[in-house]
């Protein structure tokens, strides 16, 4: 009798077998030493080894591979570059890792009508790369963008510290190439703001590779604004901090960005990066203007009286490029900081009405006090998207599940005052099961019926996002029921 381990073996063996015969050459991956990097993503607590990886180069290929394991019944894993943060990309021990990273080359790019055509595995910033010699930009700008993809930002609707101003990524795709689950190849969207029909393209953007594989996506790029400028502002309380926020909103300016950082993350920020930020403020905020030379100035003005009347002590306007990349270098290197501060870091998602921050913020200091672990706070404080940071150390027995209930207490109170379970890392494994904290079992009913729809062998991507999901049959007599872990039989790390 073959034992489990056995049994895996040779499953992945026959399975890789029959992918490499559709993806020659190194196209698949199935030695245990070859799988460990993909075992994870960016939510490192979860770890778990694929079958085989499957790496095709083509939309061709892709479209068999997806043909070949509905055939034979077997599941895949979407994955871009692993940065997701909430599990989306964490494989499944009985599934078929399909990694889109090979699929990474811009295919056009059109400055007339404004969009650039790429493949799913070109990184956000690449775009930005090929386009800003002729003075253009992709405006969504995820902090991961370095190493993000783009079809990853598709599948999570990524957005970034400019999407306050130019939307989402929802609100910069025109159209995308799509396999679906039976390996149709289909086209989605187009290349203008209106194609006509159902909005699939809509329904597919944030998806979290439950109904399709992206594998070609034609984005908008923007024309670079001639002036750019930031503002460093302090505060003594986040209450007057979160105040200049609306009022600065309430008076009709739409910042490119305005983020918002408080006391701890402030000094774990300055230590990591030295940019002289101000370490006597309770709350520090970094608001970004762009446009015409004259309305910059304009709006830098405006702004900072209105920060003076909210009374805040200390306010610095950045005078060059390179002192605008200062006030930022801090921001965007929030997360590296609080891994010098603990070994290990939960970074949390979600969403409230502006209007909220002060008061959600106070109640998250509380909840930091009955959990016993530390918190630092950077967020997109225009768009009410909170990123806590829960400091904890995972060798400590216990503590990762006392970060998780503090996560999960922290998600309630974004829905509680009005807000959403998440701002732009997706629901994945990491906050699937609190889907029923914000949806009512018709609201999730519906969103299964789209699921068995498009995917009606549920072999994409199952296990993230929605709450649990066996069968298109049982739709209609099920109950959403709660599991005891995020995602109980995925070993930890
Ligand atoms: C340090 C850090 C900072 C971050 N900052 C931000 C931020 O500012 N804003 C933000 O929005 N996110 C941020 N993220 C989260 C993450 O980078 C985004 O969610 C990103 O869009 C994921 O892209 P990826 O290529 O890594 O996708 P992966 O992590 O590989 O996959 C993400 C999800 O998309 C699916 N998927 C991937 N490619 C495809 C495809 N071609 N077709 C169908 N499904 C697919 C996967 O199955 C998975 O569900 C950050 C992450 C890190 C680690």
Sequence with gaps: MPTPDEKVLARRAEIAAAL??????????????????????????YRQAP?????????????????????????????????????????????????????NRILEIDYVDRLVVAQPGVTNLAITQAVESEGFYYAPDPSSQIACTIGGNVAENAGGVHCLKYGVTTNNVLGVEF??????????GGRGLEPPGLDLLGLVVGSEGLLG??????????????????????????????RCVAEIIASGIIPAGMEMMDRPA?????????????????????????????????????????AREMGAPSIRVSTSDGERAAFWAGRKAAF?????????????????????????????????????????????????????????DANRPGELELAEAFGEDILKLCVEVGGVLTGEHGVGVEKRDLMP????????NQQKRVKCALDPKLLLNPGKMIPQLHRCAELGRMHVHRNDAPFPDLPRF
């Design 213 to 242: 594989i992206v594998t070609e996506v034609t984005v908008r790029i923007l024309p670079q604004p001639e002036c750019v400028r930031a503002l460093l502002i302090g505060f003594d309380d986040v209450e007057s901090a979160g």
């Design 51 to 103: 079958m085989p990886v499957v790496l095709p180069e083509t939309t061709a290929q892709v479209a068999a591979v997806i043909r070949w394991c509905h055939e034979h019944e077997v599941r895949i894993v979407p994955r871009g570059a692993g940065t997701s943060l909430s599990g989306g990309a964490l494989p499944l021990a009985d599934g078929v890792l399909l990694g889109l990273s090979k699929l």
């Design 336 to 392: 590296p900081a609080a891994g010098r501060l603990s070994p290990d870091y939960y970074c949390m998602d979600g969403t409230i009405p502006r209007r909220r921050l002060p008061e959600v913020l106070s109640r998250i200091r509380v909840l930091s006090e009955q959990h016993g672990l530390a918190v630092i706070n950077v967020f997109h404080a225009g768009d009410g998207n909170l990123h806590p940071l829960i400091l904890y």
């Design 437 to 444: 904290v914000m949806f009512s079992e018709a609201d999730l």
């Design 266 to 306: 402030i000094h774990a920020a300055e230590a990591f990066v030295n940019v002289g930020y101000p370490l006597d403020v309770e709350a520090l905020l970094i608001v970004e203007l762009d446009g015409p030379a004259a309305e910059c100035a304009a709006l830098v003005d405006r702004v900072g009286g209105i």
């Design 20 to 45: 490499s015969a559709i993806v020659p050459g190194e196209g698949v991956i199935d030695h245990p030493d070859g799988l460990r990097p993909y075992e994870t993503d960016g939510l490192t607590a």
């Design 179 to 188: 396999v679906t689950a039976t390996g149709e190849i289909v086209r989605l």
